[in-house]
């Protein structure tokens, strides 16, 4: 590869070359910034109190499962969205 890009630049050719691996864990980050932006994505407005007390009594009976990021996610501040949606930005990027 070294010498293609070499022969690419006596061409004329600019090179940017980019590190072999990425500058950040997807599989974490990707995980940490997926759930707040999936479950804050909703509208409030209509948020029942059946579906929210199902939610906690599901995250009592399971707290590792899914119920706790849901509950999170939904209850979020406007500041934690968008420190997901910077996460995001950076994978993306």
Do not use: C, Y
Request: aromatic share 6%; no cysteine.
């Amino acid at each position: 590869m070294d010498d293609a890009v070499t022969v690419l630049r006596r061409a004329g050719a600019k090179i940017t070359v980019q590190p072999a691996s990425l500058p950040v864990d997807i599989a974490t980050n990707h995980h940490k910034a997926f759930s707040p932006l999936l479950f804050g994505a909703g509208d409030r407005t209509g948020l029942a109190p059946a579906p929210s007390a199902a939610t906690l009594a599901r995250f009592v009976q399971h707290p590792r499962g899914d119920a706790g990021p849901a509950l999170r996610g939904t209850f979020q501040s406007h500041f934690h969205w968008l420190q997901a949606h910077m996460v995001r930005n950076e994978i993306r990027q």
